[in-house]
């Protein structure tokens, strides 16, 4: 038994230390393309949400808890955005006194497509991609519940999930069976269990 702890502590480390590394490729090339678009990695990031949340009301709230930064951080940043007219500042149509964000045509134009790990991902069979996600999202679970990790969306942690989280999973919300690939991290119809 001692033996097999053993084991697992350095399997532990081991896939600790890979996730590090991954999470290093993807500052590194993130400040790449920052630096390429003349931007801050931060502003790519906000680039990135506000263009995969369009019709969502995204203001400066929203991505400081998102990105787990100070709001008068997040707020300078969207301001040269918006000063370069890569975002637009709109009237948020369920609040009159604030403002929604929304990427502008040079926004989308200077937002990174695909990638190195896009691109690496795609020499993984589906199986083993669909076991990673899984994997993943189970992880993401666990640093949530310890509190590591502020906001996720993701269906485990749903009310309107139904399911096994290995091979079984259905929103009670779409009324569908979702594949691996349909399981969101990002929700917009997410609601706490
Ligand atoms: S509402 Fe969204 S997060 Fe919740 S189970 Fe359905 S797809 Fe998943």
């Not at 590194?28 to 630096?35: G, P, Y």
């Not at 400066?60 to 998102?66: F, P, S």
């Not at 679970?141 to 590591?148: F, H, I, M, T």
């Amino acid at each position: 038994m001692a033996r097999k702890h053993a084991t697992d502590v350095a399997l532990d480390a081991h896939l600790a230390q890979l996730l590090e590394r991954i999470g290093e490729v993807a500052r590194a090339l993130r400040w790449q393309q920052a630096t390429d678009a003349g931007l801050s990695p931060l502003q790519i990031r906000i680039l990135g949400f506000v263009a995969e949340h369009a019709g969502e009301a995204v203001g400066v709230a929203r991505l400081a808890d998102e990105f787990q930064v100070s709001r008068p951080t997040v707020s300078d940043s969207v301001a040269l955005l918006v000063e370069r007219s890569l975002l637009l500042r709109k009237p948020d149509p369920h609040d009159g006194r604030s403002h929604a964000l929304r990427l502008s045509a040079e926004g989308r134009r200077v937002l990174p497509t695909g990638g190195p790990f896009t691109e690496s991902l795609a020499t993984l069979p589906l199986h083993e991609r669909e076991s990673l996600l899984l994997g993943l999202m189970r992880l993401l679970e666990a640093l949530l519940s310890r509190g590591d990790v502020q906001v996720q969306r993701m269906c485990w942690t749903c009310a309107h999930y139904n399911g096994d989280r290995r091979g079984r999973h259905r929103c009670l919300l779409l009324r569908k069976d979702l594949a691996v690939a349909e399981l969101r991290t990002d929700c917009p119809e997410h609601e706490a269990t």
